[in-house]
């Protein structure tokens, strides 16, 4: 069963087009969040959202607007799509247990902004 | 400002020969500190948190060690499929929020 999944899995589309990517997860975690991975595979948060509500926004152009409908997805959606928002971008989610917390990771969506 | 720093960037091992990645970091009030393996093309994949200093985790060929101002993952005997980039991340208490490093890249050579 996968636990985090996004959709699409690729993504290419021509500078100052909007687009929308999907994430859902299945582990009945609160919280989730958006990192962007760059060409130099360096992971930065963007957004974290608990229980549908936006907790983490890191300094991130106004053009990305995350969506939350349930605790169980987390959208991100991109206007004006620029070149240097080619990336790929990675959905995760997390619980705090009396066991501790763990991160897992969706498979990423690679964005091509030409 | 938080920081985590990973060293070597790349490494290159021979199969059976054991080494040691490190991460360092400046994040006060430590929350947790996290490693992830990442495979080529795919999503980091969840390895260990450490809380405090002192603490240890084992998995497989991997042990994680956790210091106050550092982390060490050691990998005894790698094999070929050990080759992977290696993520080390840190939270700070009261926030969710990770800050990762960047990354070591292992490459195991049979």
């Known amino acids: 069963d996968t636990a985090v999944s996004q959709t699409p899995k690729y993504l290419v589309t021509q500078m100052g087009n909007d687009k929308s990517i999907k994430c859902e997860q299945n582990?009945?975690?609160?919280?989730m969040y958006w990192y962007k991975q760059d060409s130099k595979k360096f992971l930065k948060i963007m957004f974290s959202?608990?229980?549908?509500?936006?907790?983490i926004n890191e300094t991130v152009p106004n053009r990305f607007s995350p969506k939350s409908p349930d605790k169980a997805h987390l959208n991100l959606h991109i206007n004006s799509l620029e070149l240097g928002d080619s990336a790929v971008y990675f959905c995760?989610?997390?619980?705090?247990?009396?066991?501790?917390?763990?991160?897992?990771f969706g498979p990423g969506t690679r964005l091509l902004v030409l | 400002e938080d920081q985590v720093t990973q060293s070597p960037e790349a490494l290159r091992l021979q199969e059976g020969e054991s080494s040691s990645l490190n991460c360092s970091y400046t994040?006060?009030?430590?929350?947790?500190l996290f490693w992830y393996r990442q495979d080529p093309g795919k999503g980091p994949e969840f390895l260990f948190t450490l809380y405090s200093a002192g603490e240890e985790k084992e998995k497989e060929r991997l042990k994680a060690t956790l210091t106050k101002k550092e982390s060490f993952l050691h990998i005894t005997a790698p094999k070929p499929e050990d080759s992977a980039t290696y993520l080390c991340a840190a939270s700070q208490g009261g926030s969710e929020k990770l800050v990762f490093g960047k990354g070591t890249k292992l490459t195991v050579n049979p």
């Open positions: 995760a989610s997390s619980q705090f247990t009396t066991s501790g917390e763990t991160q897992y």
């Open positions: 994040v006060s009030g430590l929350r947790g």
């Open positions: 582990l009945g975690h609160d919280t």
């Open positions: 959202y608990n229980n549908k509500e936006l907790i």
